[in-house]
């Protein structure tokens, strides 16, 4: 009985948040609560042109949400902008919490001792945490997948620590679930609606604009993942 009420203690919803390595903890977005997860929203305006952008966090052990979306600051518990409409559930097992040098289980165990370790999920989050309290926020520069993508590479999800904000777009975009239906019309129904606006009042030549400035966007979060990473304090 006793450890029944010490599995339950602090849990949002009164029940046991199953351990790493048990079965998948449960999901309630209805509570907000995504534990092991990375969790998308759209963002305003911006997710209009373009619906493959939008706002990432990742989720603690007991489900809590974490994302940069200010200067010197994360949010816990308040996703910045509204409820997740996506989701992907880790795999926590797949991340590597060395007690030492010797004991990585990744591919590169001293990369990943450069990048910072964890003893636990929620330690490796909370070391990327500190880190961003630190760091200005800049969508172009510095954003929340720049905060996820740290918080994947102090685990070592899936052994690597090569994780990037464009990898975090792919994986998420990918393989991440919707929430409900609600949550797939409110993502793109805006971008339809000002796509169809835009047709209307300018035909073609309006894709060809929009083609182009999705194009510019690729290009230089591409150049900024892969050729000025050096440059760029993130």
Request: glycine fraction near 8%.
């Amino acid at each position: 009985m006793d450890q029944l009420k010490d599995e339950e203690k602090g849990l949002p919803d009164g029940g046991s948040m199953l351990s790493v390595g048990s079965a998948k903890p449960i999901i309630d977005p209805k509570s907000a609560r995504f534990p092991f997860c990375l969790v998308w929203s759209p963002l305003p305006v911006i997710s209009w042109l373009a619906p493959y952008i939008g706002h990432v966090g990742i989720c603690r052990e007991d489900g809590v949400i974490l994302d940069f979306a200010a200067a010197h600051f994360i949010n816990v518990d308040n996703f910045a902008f509204g409820a997740p409409a996506r989701y992907l559930q880790l795999d926590a097992s797949k991340c590597c919490f060395p007690s030492s040098l010797a004991r990585h289980t990744c591919k590169d165990g001293f990369s990943h001792a450069q990048f910072g370790t964890g003893v636990s999920w929620d330690n490796a989050l909370h070391s990327s945490m500190q880190g961003f309290q630190h760091k200005s926020y800049n969508l172009f520069t510095c954003n929340c997948h720049s905060f996820v993508a740290s918080c994947m590479n102090k685990l070592a999800y899936e052994g690597s620590v090569k994780w990037n904000v464009l990898k975090v777009v792919v994986i998420i975009l990918s393989k991440g679930q919707w929430v409900d239906i609600a949550a797939t019309i409110k993502s793109f129904a805006p971008f339809v609606v000002v796509m169809a606006i835009g047709l209307i009042m300018a035909g073609w030549s309006f894709f060809v604009g929009w083609a182009a400035f999705s194009f510019l966007l690729f290009a230089w979060f591409t150049a900024r993942t892969y050729i000025f990473r050096g440059l760029i304090d993130c």
